[in-house]
């Protein structure tokens, strides 16, 4: 673990983020006082921005509202996030909205090497709903 004041971290900030990409923790101080620490990313965070910002969107619990519209009317509903899990995706269950029940679930897959998305969806349309569009 190392210190640094302010003055010199702002002369040499990319110098102790490298360090703390390598996994050190570096304390920041304030007139001998420490302020804030620069630390290695949490184990489990993604690599990339993106995948943060969207961990701290899809969190267990989180709620969602949804407007599609189908022609001219707006089809608004409800969706609480569940079964959370960075690394194999999470569910939506529909709270409130235009459907008897609405259940989707997004799988996370490594493809080829690459990031992919499998997506689920079980869900009840009411009868009067379902017979006018048939």
Excluded at 67 to 88: K, M, N
Aim: aromatic content about 8%.
């Amino acid at each position: 673990m190392r210190a640094v004041g302010l003055k010199v971290l702002k002369n040499k900030l990319s110098e102790y983020v490298r360090l703390a990409a390598g996994g050190e923790t570096v304390l920041v101080t304030d007139r001998d006082r420490v302020v804030a620490e620069i630390v290695p990313p949490r184990a489990g965070r993604g690599e990339w921005v993106a995948d943060a910002q969207l961990a701290a969107l899809i969190r267990e619990g989180a709620v969602a509202d949804f407007t599609l519209w189908f022609g001219p009317l707006p089809l608004r509903w409800t969706a609480v996030h569940s079964e959370v899990s960075a690394q194999h995706g999470f569910t939506d269950t529909q709270q409130r909205g235009p459907l008897a029940s609405w259940r989707h679930t997004h799988r996370f897959e490594a493809l080829d090497g690459r990031d992919a998305e499998a997506l689920v969806v079980a869900c009840s349309v009411p009868y009067l709903l379902l017979k006018s569009y048939l």
